[in-house]
T-cell receptor, first 113, second 113 residues
Framework: NAGVTQTPKFRVLKTGQSMTLLCAQD?????MYWYRQDPGMGLRLIHYSVGEGTTAKGEVPDGYNVSRLKKQNFLLGLESAAPSQTSVYFC????????????FGPGTRLTVT | EDQVTQSPEALRLQEGESSSLNCSYTVSGLRGLFWYRQDPGKGPEFLFTLYSAGEEKEKERLKATLTKKESFLHITAPKPEDSATYLC??????????????FGKGTKLSVIP
């Protein structure tokens, strides 16, 4: 099993450009999450999904959109990138919503200039 | 508001020098406390889940304990390969059927040969 994979690993964008980050999991998990990790701060939840076709906002959702068209995939979109969105983005998945560990992907390092 | 504070921010140990990392938390309705290990440039790797005060879990040189206000990650006779950032996260009910993880900022452990 590959677990959780993320594409791409690195990306540089100019302010105002758009992009989509792809997350895939092969563990048949219902729940998937997008986090961002910034220096000196803990991981913060952007959006999450409780199943195919359903998404919800996390702690820091502004400037991001998500879609879960297939159970194994969770996409994170930036419509108009800003320098404040420079960060490392992690996708995670879990079997259940409460009490189960989340399995994380390797991350995408995004720089917005 | 749920809060998680980890201390110290950084810890340097000689190989074989045992110590403990602290995670103090304030949360209403704890659903679980999670410990993760994160190596540079990688995603967090799950270590332990603790659900109630008094619970303890062990894995190799690591032992996690939980009280009503804090958790400790005890490292016995550490080796250089234990060098990593250790993350603590608490999960509690956050409304609308959602349970979210709140992460601490982590403790960066360096084990010197």
């Amino acid at each position: 099993n590959a677990g959780v994979t993320q594409t791409p690993k690195f990306r540089v964008l100019k302010t105002g450009q758009s992009m989509t980050l792809l997350c895939a999991q092969d563990m048949n998990h219902e729940y998937m999450y997008w986090y961002r990790q910034d220096p000196g701060m803990g991981l913060r939840l952007i959006h999450y999904s409780v199943g195919e076709g359903t998404t919800a906002k996390g702690e820091v959702p502004d400037g991001y959109n998500v879609s879960r068209l297939k159970k194994q995939n969770f996409l994170l979109g930036l419509e108009s990138a800003a320098p404040s969105q420079t960060s490392v983005y992690f996708c995670a998945s879990s079997y259940s919503l409460a009490g189960d560990e989340q399995y994380f992907g390797p991350g995408t390092r995004l720089t917005v200039t | 508001e749920d809060q998680v504070t980890q201390s110290p921010e950084a810890l340097r140990l000689q190989e074989g020098e045992s110590s403990s990392l602290n995670c103090s938390y304030t949360v209403s309705g704890l659903r679980g406390l999670f410990w993760y290990r994160q190596d540079p440039g990688k995603g967090p790797e799950f270590l332990f889940t603790l659900y109630s005060a008094g619970e303890e879990k062990e894995k190799e040189r690591l032992k996690a304990t939980l009280t009503k206000k804090e958790s400790f990650l005890h490292i016995t006779a550490p080796k250089p390969e234990d060098s990593a950032t250790y993350l603590c996260a608490v999960q509690a009910y956050s409304g609308a059927g959602s349970y979210q993880l709140t992460f601490g900022k982590g403790t960066k452990l360096s084990v010197i040969p």
